[in-house]
């Protein structure tokens, strides 16, 4: 009887886990370090002086390309989409903003930008 308990009692936990991670696996989860519900909104500029694709490496899922973007997005003059899946973000400045500041950004959050290039 004991062991009926037991099992039962381990299956609910093994399916519990499996339904909590399914966000996870899909990329929509917040793996790493929050929800990624809140989103900054990119900015509409009314001069484009440079775009620039910024290669990074560590981006995983969704919540990753939501931090990168919220992250370059906080900057003043700086429009940016990221993908994850691309392993990129685009950015579009409306003011010369060194490439370093853009990286520090970045990287701050555990990231690597790996190049940046003109678009």
Do not use: W
């Not at 809140?38 to 290669?55: F, N, R, S």
Request: charged share 25%; aromatic share 4%.
């Amino acid at each position: 009887m004991g062991t009926y308990m037991i099992c039962g009692i381990l299956i609910i936990v093994i399916v519990t886990a499996l339904l909590g991670s399914r966000k996870h696996f899909k990329g929509e989860g917040g793996c790493c370090g929050g929800g990624g519900d809140v989103k900054i909104k990119p900015k509409h500029l009314d001069t484009i002086v440079a775009t620039k694709k910024l290669q990074i490496e560590g981006m995983s899922c969704a919540n990753c390309q939501n931090r990168i973007e919220n992250a370059l997005n906080g900057m003043a003059q700086v429009n940016a989409k990221a993908s994850f899946k691309k392993g990129e973000a685009i950015v579009k400045l409306g003011a010369d903003i060194p490439e370093e500041e853009l990286r520090e950004a970045v990287e701050k959050l555990g990231y690597k930008v790996t190049s940046i290039e003109m678009v």
